[in-house]
């Protein structure tokens, strides 16, 4: 069985950092990628971050580039995202998903994932 499981989530200020994490497990391809994508209140989900598995290719979302850092730990089957400089407008429910054949990073096209985490509460306070 697919599982993710995203944490790390929680109450900063603006200008603060946060790390998430997201442990898979439960498949055995080995060209997949990791997303991560965020849900604000009444907005549609978008993508944030993703990296493949097999390459190590990344994908930034424009309003994150330069602030987010995707990275995984393979050894452990955990992708983290590292959010630096954080601000009001990054507050969302953040996601990670897989994409079990690796087609679409570094675009991050939420259509091309097939299974998702629960889902974990970023709050930045102004």
């Known amino acids: 069985e697919v599982q993710l499981q995203a944490s790390g989530g929680g109450l900063v200020q603006a200008g603060g950092s946060l790390r998430l994490s997201c442990a898979a497990s439960?498949?055995?391809?080995?060209?997949?990628?990791i997303g991560w994508f965020r849900q604000a209140p009444g907005k549609e989900r978008e993508g944030v971050s993703c990296i493949s598995y097999n390459d190590g290719v990344t994908g930034y979302e424009d309003s994150v580039k330069g602030r987010f850092t995707i990275s995984s730990d393979n050894a452990k089957n955990t992708v983290y995202l590292q959010m630096n400089t954080l601000k009001p407008e990054d507050t969302a429910v953040y996601y990670c998903a897989v994409d079990l054949l690796g087609r679409s990073c570094p675009n991050i096209n939420l259509y091309e994932y097939d299974y998702w985490g629960q889902g974990t509460l970023v709050t930045v306070s102004s």
């Open positions: 439960g498949f055995t391809f080995d060209d997949y990628a």
